[in-house]
Antibody, heavy 120, light 107 residues
Framework: VQLVESGGGVVQPGRSLRLSCVPSGFFFSSYGMSWVRQAPGKGLEWVSG????????YYAASVKGRFTISRDDSQITLNLQMNSLRGEDTAVYYC??????????????WGQGTLVIVSS | AIQMTQSPSSLSASVGDRVTITCRASQGISNRVAWYQQKPGKAPNLLIF???TLQSGVPSRFSGSGSGTDFTLTISSLQPEDFATYFC?????????FGQGTKVDIK
């Protein structure tokens, strides 16, 4: 199992960024997927999850209405569209595989993370 | 959202020590707790899921217990590679929530 994130970088407050994750080594459609972030020197925060079918998605209160998780099973990609970014969104963002099909489940495999810095 | 209160926030221990970390949920969550180990600059690694099930490949010195609101991660005999930060996670309800973490360092 491998998960490779991309799309991080430095962005101004209020702007948008799109993160992507390319999975390999497992049947993508069978698993829910999640995004988890970690601010510098801080703990882990679950951000969003999506079911294996893509029919259900879930968000942390801190990002609801600003972030959108999606998956493209034909392209085998997980995405996180992040709008109206704030300084407190600065973090390493990890793509992770859920243990099962559900959109909210503990995760068993993680990517290496991509750093998002929101700063003017 | 369910709050996971993890303790202690840090501890110092020696190789061979038995180490116990606890998480308390703000409401009952059955056995829906996972435990992760994270080393500096690395992604977390799943140790335990459903409170007590050892993830494949994880050494048997790690064990988990608990149900309802109180959960425990135990390392029976601490090894040099176990010095790291440990997090609990509840996946009974969304939003999923993590404990604040426990840093285990060398005494």
């Amino acid at each position: 199992v491998q998960l490779v994130e991309s799309g991080g970088g430095v962005v101004q407050p209020g702007r948008s960024l799109r993160l992507s994750c390319v999975p390999s080594g497992f049947f993508f459609s069978s698993y829910g997927m999640s995004w988890v972030r970690q601010a510098p020197g801080k703990g882990l925060e679950w951000v969003s999850g999506i079911s294996g079918s893509g029919g259900s998605s879930y968000y942390a209160a801190s990002v609801k209405g600003r972030f959108t998780i999606s998956r493209d099973d034909s392209q085998i990609t997980l995405n996180l569209q992040m709008n109206s970014l704030r300084g407190e969104d600065t973090a390493v963002y990890y793509c992770a595989r859920n243990r099962g099909h559900s959109g909210y489940d503990s995760v068993d495999y993680w990517g290496q993370g991509t750093l998002v810095i929101v700063s003017s | 959202a369910i709050q996971m209160t993890q303790s202690p926030s840090s501890l110092s221990a020696s190789v061979g020590d038995r180490v116990t970390i606890t998480c308390r949920a703000s409401q009952g969550i059955s056995n829906r707790v996972a435990w992760y180990q994270q080393k500096p600059g690395k992604a977390p690694n799943l140790l335990i899921f459903e409170a007590s099930t050892l993830q494949s490949g994880v050494p048997s010195r790690f064990s988990g217990s608990g149900s309802g609101t109180d959960f425990t991660l135990t390392i029976s005999s601490l090894q040099p590679e176990d010095f790291a930060t440990y997090f609990c996670l509840q996946d009974n309800n969304y939003p999923l929530t993590f404990g604040q973490g426990t840093k285990v360092d060398i005494k």
